[in-house]
T-cell receptor
Framework: AQKITQTQPGMFVQEKEAVTLDCTYD???????LFWYKQPSSGEMIFLIY??????QNATEGRYSLNFQKARKSANLVISASQLGDSAMYFC?????????????FGKGTKLTVNP | EAGVAQSPRYKIIEKRQSVAFWCNPI?????LYWYQQILGQGPKLLIQ????????DSQLPKDRFSAERLKGVDSTLKIQPAKLEDSAVYLC????????????FGPGTRLLVL
C-alpha cells in the first residue's frame, strides 16, 4: 500500500492566484513528520515546509502553508500568490520510524505550472 | 552556509560499465542519505549513514551497488556493473542528526545507462 498519495499528476494556476496541492498519507505510527519539497527542472530538492504529527497549529513559511487534517490523514500544501518561479514538481514526504530507522517516504509528485 | 555538494552532475555510460558518485554533506551534518529517483517517481532511499556507520541499506541492491563514508564526512556511491534500469537521478541528502531533522538535498547526479 502506498504510504504517500498525491492524486494530482499536474496542476495549473494563474499567476498571483492561490493553489492547493493534495497529499494523503498512511501510517500507524503516532509520531511522524510531513514534509513538502519543491524540485525545479534543475533537479535539486528544495525543502519548503514541515509539520510534526503532534503540532497543534498548521505550519506556515512565507507563501507556503500546510493544511494539516490529522483525522483525514491529509497534509495539503497551499501556495498563495503564485509566481512564475513556482513552476516545478512538488513532492510530499513522510518521515516515519521503520525498524529503528527514520525513513523519508515520498509521493509521486505533482507538476505545478504557473501561467502568466 | 554551503549546501550539499555532488559530482558529477551528469554521467553517461554503457551497460556493464562501472560508475561512482561523490557527495559532500553540509558541514556538521552527521547523517547522510543516498536516494535514487527514477523518472516520474519520487526519490527512494538507497542507504543511510550515521557518521561513518550504515543505519539502513535495506533497499540497496547490494549485488551491484556499494557505498561508503569512511571518515564520516564525504561519501561515495558506486554501481558495478550498471544496468539499463539504473538510469536515474541519484540524490544525496544530509541532516543534522538522524531523528526528527529536515533533510537537505544536493543537486543530484543524472545517470544515463546506454
Amino acid at each position: 500500500a502506498q504510504k504517500i498519495t498525491q492524486t494530482q499528476p499536474g496542476m495549473f494556476v494563474q499567476e498571483k492566484e492561490a493553489v492547493t496541492l493534495d497529499c494523503t498519507y498512511d501510517t500507524s505510527d503516532p509520531s511522524y513528520g510531513l514534509f513538502w519539497y519543491k524540485q525545479p527542472s534543475s533537479g535539486e530538492m528544495i525543502f519548503l515546509i514541515y509539520q510534526g504529527s503532534y503540532d497543534q497549529q498548521n505550519a506556515t513559511e512565507g507563501r507556503y502553508s500546510l493544511n494539516f487534517q490529522k483525522a483525514r490523514k491529509s497534509a495539503n500544501l497551499v501556495i498563495s500568490a503564485s509566481q512564475l518561479g513556482d513552476s516545478a514538481m512538488y513532492f510530499c514526504a513522510m518521515r516515519e520510524n521503520q525498524g529503528g530507522s527514520e525513513k523519508l517516504v515520498f509521493g509521486k509528485g505533482t507538476k505545478l505550472t504557473v501561467n502568466p | 552556509e554551503a549546501g550539499v555538494a555532488q559530482s558529477p552532475r551528469y554521467k553517461i555510460i554503457e551497460k556493464r560499465q562501472s560508475v561512482a558518485f561523490w557527495c559532500n554533506p553540509i558541514s556538521g551534518h552527521a547523517t547522510l542519505y543516498w536516494y535514487q529517483q527514477i523518472l516520474g517517481q519520487g526519490p527512494k532511499l538507497l542507504i543511510q549513514f550515521q557518521n561513518n556507520g550504515v543505519v539502513d541499506d535495506s533497499q540497496l541492491p547490494k549485488d551491484r551497488f556499494s557505498a561508503e563514508r569512511l571518515k564520516g564526512v564525504d561519501s561515495t556511491l558506486k554501481i558495478q556493473p550498471a544496468k539499463l534500469e539504473d538510469s536515474a537521478v541519484y540524490l544525496c541528502a544530509s541532516s543534522l542528526e538522524r531523528q526528527q531533522e529536515t533533510q537537505y538535498f544536493g543537486p543530484g547526479t543524472r545517470l544515463l545507462v546506454l
